[in-house]
């Protein structure tokens, strides 16, 4: 028993550790090399604990190998090109000037519901306003639509926007964060201020509040338990 | 950069260290495995003193070995060696030749299988 939890322990530090190494990509992102050592590593891990007859050595020693191989081969393909789109492959044009490539799709084995779902997750229900796709080699899609059919910005239309600053957490759940309150150019005595005048009369009341130090505000207080 | 070096590092010394393990172990099994092959062989010749004394090294040696053994190999592939050495020395006490070569030769044989499983060749990889 104490083995056991004593092995989970250090398996858990060992592929926090590893994982971090790995970086922070999301794990539907995962390259192929990536995925392939995180089930390793996964899997690895399971057995000096299932089996307490094994040695933890054993676990340890592929889980530091895997690991150390997956960071000699990111660093070649960060170097090399070929090694690249060897070990990652190369994203494939699903879709050109309108077209299926059908080719693309056979050997990506990529199906028609497939390419419809990505689309749909893209926001994208009719097919021919889309101008490109792109099968990334994490195997997500990228999408262009053509000119007429993206959406109408400011520099399209020729309007002057400033670019307003971006409003950061303020206060979180009654805690005032003192970091982000100098980002935007303000103290505390600013923040009880604008409380002030929203009739709440200490941060602890709030529960959630972002500012942008000017004029953009959100404050929601905390509700008053019964 | 640095963290390819050290990947490179670990690496090394991960490959020096198996086979420094293996060489241990190698060591731990041949002399093992003298102990019992003369304890063997003067249990054929009924001289049960010198067999006795043989066997007896062989489990002291078996013993100090153990926690180093522990770490690095299955702890059934142990129990089993171990279980066999003491079968030995009870055939040994109860001087029974025929039944003592028998136990001895299966002693030998398991002791063998560890350095066998430990050792890199085509055979243990695939």
Same mark, same amino acid.
């Given at each position: 028993m104490a083995i056991i939890f004593f092995r989970t322990i250090i398996i858990f530090i060992i592929i926090v550790a590893a994982l971090r190494f790995m970086g922070k990509r999301q794990l539907g992102e995962l390259e192929l090399s990536e995925l392939v050592v995180a089930v390793l590593i996964s899997e690895q891990a399971t057995l000096p604990l299932q089996d307490?007859?094994?040695?933890l050595i054993h676990g340890l020693v592929s889980i530091i190998t895997l690991l150390c191989c997956e960071l000699l081969i990111t660093a070649a393909t960060l170097k090399s090109l070929k090694f690249r789109s060897f070990i990652c492959g190369k994203p494939s044009v699903i879709i050109d000037e309108g077209n299926i490539v059908q080719s693309e799709m056979k050997s990506n084995s990529f199906s028609l519901d497939e390419l419809a779902e990505a689309l749909r997750k893209k926001? /994208? /229900?009719?097919?021919?306003?889309?101008r490109y796709a792109v099968l990334e080699t994490d195997g997500t899609l990228s999408t262009c639509l053509f000119e007429k059919e993206q959406a109408a910005t400011p520099s399209v239309m020729g309007i002057d926007v400033k670019d307003k600053v971006i409003p950061v957490s303020v206060i979180s759940d009654g805690r005032v964060l003192s970091d982000n309150l100098s980002l935007i150019g303000r103290d505390e005595s600013w923040l009880r201020q604008i409380l002030s005048r929203k009739? /709440? =009369?200490?941060?602890? =009341?709030?529960y959630y509040m972002t500012s942008d130090?000017?004029?953009d505000i959100f404050l929601a207080a905390k509700e008053i338990r019964k | 950069m640095r963290k390819e070096i050290v990947a490179i590092a670990l690496l090394a010394a991960l490959f020096a260290g198996s086979l420094l393990n293996i060489k241990i172990i190698r060591r731990i099994t041949s002399s093992l495995y003298d102990n019992v092959l003369s304890a063997m062989n003067c249990a054929d010749q009924e001289d049960w003193n010198s067999a006795g004394e043989y066997t007896e090294r062989a489990v002291w040696q078996w013993d100090k070995s153990k926690r180093y053994l522990m770490v690095f190999i299955r702890h059934t592939e142990i129990d089993t060696v171990s279980s066999s050495l003491n079968d030995f020395r009870t055939e040994i006490i109860n001087r029974d030749p025929d039944r003592t070569i028998g136990m001895g030769e299966k002693a030998l044989e398991q002791i063998k299988s560890i350095e066998e499983t430990e050792s890199v060749s085509f055979g243990s990889l695939f």
């Open positions: 307490i007859g094994i040695p926001d /994208i /229900i009719d097919i021919s306003k889309v009739g /709440i =009369e200490s941060p602890t =009341e709030v130090g000017k004029s | -």
